[in-house]
């Protein structure tokens, strides 16, 4: 039996394709290689020893997943693909719509088809949407979203949910990402932004690496301990890990369950940059610029529900963050 990776060489698949290579599981990717590399797949094996089988195709093309599900015996999938830049799907939501519903779909049709009853999703904090109730418990009353981005995962949450009560024998499990960041200790996989990064520890590895002169740090004025915005910055090997204990949750329990991965520990903008500055020996320089439309002050999880259901919890620190994250943005393959 394999576990079937849509996005599987993206920056969160590729890692969780490693953690449950290492865990002895069976894994096939799908990615259609629109925002990652077919390299991907043989660094994989360079750090696992063995090979994950590989398809290039589009999740949304539902004859290519037929095929995918009839020359292997898929017993869950874990659904990365899908687009994900923030301002992006400001400027196209209908292609955000579009892609990440159809892809959605497209799975839970053919999973039905072929009695495959798991599946896993990369959802994200954005679903709590505007709330500064923190830390945010998976029970929070979601107040809706900001961007199109934001909506697909709010929307599929609730495909998925509808799906489970319809279903008595799907097991669907909700992951609710807050902010990875690091990288695999290897340096051979890692985070690659296309063109200018819009997330702050991408921007910051290429400010330490010449390629851009100086962060801007986005508000001071937030109600924060040095008002810049507070997140939950959890490692990428962590937030993969949680992947594995979310699959073996799910083989003994059908429903909907929804879990947060983040470490429960909010880190502002300025912590990063000096935490940063301090792991790897070099400066940062910023300039305080004016608040980013749509952030909020403060973002951290809850981590009581998977710790005690799953029991996982993100076990990295902010040191390993930032010298993982600057090790792999150093290595040849992060250029
Ligand atoms: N920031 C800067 N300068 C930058 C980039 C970011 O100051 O150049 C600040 C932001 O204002 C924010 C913090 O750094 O305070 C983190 O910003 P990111 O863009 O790295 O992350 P966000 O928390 O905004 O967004 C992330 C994911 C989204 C997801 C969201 C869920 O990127 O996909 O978390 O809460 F929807």
């Known amino acids: ?23 002895n599981q069976d894994v096939v990717i799908v990615d259609d290689l629109s925002n990652s590399a077919a390299s991907v797949v043989d660094r994989i094996e360079a750090i696992t020893g063995k090979r994950p089988v590989f398809y290039q195709a589009d999740v ?26 923030v301002g992006e799907s400001v400027r196209i939501p209908i292609a955000y719509y579009r892609n990440n519903l159809d892809t959605t779909l497209t799975l839970l049709e053919t999973m039905k088809e072929f009695g495959c009853h798991r599946f896993i999703f990369s959802s994200s904090a954005t679903v709590y949407g505007t709330s500064d109730k923190v830390p945010f418990t998976e029970d929070a009353k979601e107040l809706g979203c900001t961007n199109p981005y934001g909506w697909t995962k709010f929307m599929i949450e609730q495909i998925l949910k509808d799906a489970a009560l319809a279903d008595p024998e799907l097991s669907v499990v909700l992951l609710r990402y807050f902010n990875p960041i690091g990288a695999h200790e290897s340096g051979m996989i890692g985070e690659k932004p296309n063109g200018i990064p819009n997330n702050l520890m991408p921007y910051i590895t290429q400010v330490a690496a010449g390629i851009r002169d100086h962060l801007s740090v986005f508000g001071d004025d937030y109600p924060t301990h040095d008002g810049t915005g507070v997140r939950d910055y959890i490692h990428v090997v962590d937030l993969a890990k949680g992947h594995v204990a979310a699959y073996n949750y799910s083989t003994s329990h059908t429903g909907c369950e929804i ?9 502002s903008v300025l912590d990063i940059v000096h935490a940063f500055e301090e792991a790897n020996h070099l400066k940062i320089p910023y300039e305080i610029a004016p608040r980013r439309a ?23 620190s902010l040191e390993d963050m930032c010298r993982d994250s600057w090790n792999w943005q150093c290595g040849k393959w992060a250029k």
Do not use: P
Not at 1 to 23: D, P, Y
Not at 69 to 75: K, L, Q, V
Not at 296 to 312: D, F, M, N, P, Q
């Open 60 to 85: 949304a093309d539902k004859a290519a997943m037929k095929k995918v599900f009839s020359e292997n015996s898929i017993d869950a999938v874990i659904h990365f693909a899908g687009f994900k830049a």
């Open 294 to 316: 749509g952030d909020i002050a403060t973002c951290y999880a809850s981590t009581e529900k998977a710790s005690r259901v799953l029991g996982w919890k993100a076990e990295k």
């Open 259 to 267: 879990f947060n991965l983040g470490t429960g520990i909010g880190y």
């Open 1 to 23: 039996m394999s576990i079937l990776l849509t996005g599987g060489t993206g920056f969160i698949g590729s890692h969780t394709a490693v953690e449950l290579l290492q865990s």
